[in-house]
């Protein structure tokens, strides 16, 4: 990780040099150890959240429970100092690392995780789609699709365990549409860790290398650093450092259209530190409001930082899947959907056409609620139209 250079250099008095070395040095001692995780909550329950937002417009109380409970997590155990690991991100491909997303405590409705070889994925189709009114009003439709699946387009979306090795996604990736396969690639293709390491950089530039920071005390157990800065430059620094990424997350990209909304005023962020390594930053969300649209109480966001992982498992029940099963699966839906359809006109090409139809809702859904969860979704569902696109090609060649 980068050193915050910046904010070191633009300190003054001897309170803020101080608070600036805290820091860089909790960032650094973070980096030295060789696991790390972070966790993303709203550090307020369904009543604080509701209060906080009921005025907002489209707001509903359904809404406020489902933010209260939900936890996006990440982790990475690479067995070395995380800081070499972001100093050289192409040749740190392959380590143990993963990503989950849960809601009300539960199991994770996604849930992603990679020993460095094989990539191991839970995908509840059906939870998530609690998580939206469009989903809610369809359950029993959806389900009545995920039975019809054939294997293992099923097991994938129904939340079952499926497994598959990386390099085999990699190269059949590169086969399919060179020069988008490589390191990482797959039916749940995450952030690269050269990503992860932009995702950071565009973070650390925004909210800590044009900070005033100054020290705010001990609570709780951890010595604080309140780190104040323009809300407008900030969000403007952001957007452009995630720009890049836009393409593996729309929500990355849309920022740059929500920069013109935030208001012209400071805003704070409260950085904790134990043992002198970095440990959770908490940024009010409330803050991003206009003077004269004040929201009816706090919105911290909270993101937990620890030098440490679970110990990686291997699901025991998971179905391993090679790309070809999962071609050959996109084809026998095309098959089966023909046969129904009937030979007609309409029928022709109807795999790749309901599959484009799929895709576009997802990407209108993933544009009105951007999440990685979403945004994992969306990918996958590419995937699946390139290969169902291949299958209708092979079998047109065959025809003719």
Known sequence: MALISTASAAC???????????????????????????????????????????????????????????????????????????????????????????VEGGQPVVDIRSDGKKMYQRMDFQRLAKLTPQGSANLARQKGELDKLPSPLKEMMSGQWVAYDVKDFEEFAKKKQPGL?????????????????????????AFLDNADLKDAGSKGGADHVTATVPAKKAMTALAKGLEPLADKNPSFGSLKDSVKDVPEKDIALDIALKD??????TLNLAQFADDDKKVGGELPLTIELKGEATAFQAPSDAKMVKPKDLERAVSQLQSAEQRDAGEGEDSAGGSSAEIEQQLEKMRKLERENPS????????????????ARSAEARQHTRQV
């Open 12 to 102: 003054g008095p001897f309170e803020k040099v101080s608070a600036g070395t805290k820091v860089q040095r909790g960032f650094e001692k973070l980096g030295e150890r060789k696991a790390l995780t972070a966790e993303f909550r709203i550090s307020a329950n369904e009543q604080q959240i509701w209060s906080a937002l009921k005025g907002s417009k489209g707001f509903q109380r359904d809404y406020a429970k489902i933010m209260a409970g939900l936890r996006l997590s990440m982790w990475t155990a690479p067995d070395k100092p995380v800081e070499e690991v972001f100093k050289n991100p192409e040749a740190n491909v392959h380590i143990p690392n993963g990503f989950a997303f849960a």
């Open 372 to 387: 990685p969860e979403m945004t994992k979704l969306r990918r996958q569902m590419e995937d699946l139209l390139e290969m």
């Open 181 to 205: 396969g490589g390191p990482g690639a797959g039916p749940a293709a995450q952030l690269t860790v050269e990503d992860q390491k932009k995702v950071m950089d565009a973070f650390e530039e």
């Open 276 to 281: 002198g390594a970095v440990s959770e930053l």
